[in-house]
């Protein structure tokens, strides 16, 4: 059975950082295309940043210079480090791992606010 999780979430002041995780268990994490969406209240899900199997990353405007994406292959861990945060970043974050199907996480919520 396939399982994301996410956890790192929290408060944190404008220009802070946090750093995401998300753990994945049940399934073969290196062949996974591996991104983080976010949701803010009234708002789209929308995509922040992906990394492939080979190990490209991208990601949205938004985020370019201030987020990085990156994994762990022996951990099975999706990461996403978050600095110098702005109140519009305040969002639910979640994990998605894509191949033949896709699969999400139940997210965490991240919120920028002094």
């Known amino acids: 059975q396939v399982q994301l999780v996410e956890s790192g979430g929290g408060l944190v002041q404008p220009g802070g950082s946090l750093r995401l995780s998300c753990a994945a268990s049940?399934?073969?994490?290196?062949?996974?295309?591996l991104a983080w969406y976010r949701q803010a209240p009234g708002n789209e899900r929308e995509w922040v940043a992906g990394i492939n199997s080979g190990g490209t990353t991208n990601y949205a405007d938004s985020v370019k210079g201030r987020f990085t994406i990156s994994r762990d292959k022996v951990k099975n861990t999706l990461y996403l480090q978050m600095n110098s945060l702005k109140p519009e970043d305040t969002a639910v974050y979640y994990c998605?791992?894509?191949?033949?199907?896709?699969?999400w996480g139940q997210g965490t919520q991240v919120t920028v606010s002094s």
């Open positions: 998605k791992a894509a191949a033949v199907q896709d699969y």
């Open positions: 049940g399934m073969r994490f290196s062949i996974y295309h």
